[in-house]
């Protein structure tokens, strides 16, 4: 039995509120059991040098967490002058995820930030920030569509992210943090609703785990988007018919 009691192939509950940041183009505050991680998504008529006059957009992202998002407190990184390396590795997943799902040339040339604050974490905020992210982006692009700036809404696919892992009770999906922080491998899949794999992060803490043992939790990894994926389609049909 899992500590939380949920069985092997279990989600976690999973609501996504849109419209939390009363001033964004796109916001949506993502709640994956005790993860909280506020997305917002910010339109800037600009794109970076390097794409200066080549009439592509952008698509990135930063992550953070709150002082008080875990156990203890934690600094903010802007008292000590730069970021972890552990923040800066996961802002550019997420930047790279929904990239993937994103037509940056039907985009023209601006940029959209995603904003993701991890308000309380209990395992899997990386998956959750990607997961929210998306449907911060794709209510900033309906806007832009609806307001006639862009003739079409530029995604190309639908993105979401959860994590599996093994653990004593063996393979499991959607790691709380204390499955998390005990497990023997721990992996983050990122993928697309059209089945397509955007990026595998996997790591085994205590000894190799086998090509068996990957593919159960890949199986397990797309048992869990089925979850996601509908949520992400309620809470955008819900934003878009208020």
């Not at 934690?74 to 550019?92: C, D």
Request: overall charge negative.
């Amino acid at each position: 039995m899992r500590p939380s009691g949920r069985a092997h192939d279990a989600m976690r509950s999973v609501t996504i509120e849109t419209g939390f940041a009363h001033h964004a183009e796109g916001s949506a505050l993502i709640r994956v059991g005790g993860t909280e991680v506020l997305c917002v998504a910010s339109i800037e008529q600009r794109v970076p040098p390097f794409l200066k006059g080549k009439g592509s957009g952008w698509v990135t992202a930063e992550y953070g967490m709150l002082p008080r998002a875990t156990h203890t407190r934690g600094s903010r990184e802007a008292a000590k002058g730069k970021q972890s390396g552990r923040t800066q590795e996961i802002q550019r997943l997420i930047g790279r995820s929904l990239r993937a799902v994103t037509d940056l040339k039907a985009l023209g040339e601006m940029s959209i930030t995603l904003d993701c604050d991890v308000l309380n974490a209990d395992g899997g905020t990386r998956c959750a920030s990607i997961t929210g992210a998306w449907v911060a982006l794709r209510l900033a692009l309906g806007k832009l569509h609806r307001e006639r700036v862009l003739t079409t809404v530029p995604l190309i696919g639908q993105v979401a992210a959860v994590s599996c892992g093994l653990t004593d009770t063996g393979a499991v999906l959607d790691l709380d943090y204390v499955e998390d922080s005990a497990a023997a491998a721990d992996t983050n899949f990122v993928l697309t609703a059209a089945g397509g794999i955007v990026e595998i992060q996997g790591t085994a803490e205590e000894k190799p785990f086998s090509e068996e043992e990957f593919l159960t939790l890949l199986g397990l990894a797309k048992s869990g988007m089925k979850t996601l994926f509908a949520a992400q389609d309620a809470a955008v049909a819900a934003a878009e018919a208020a």
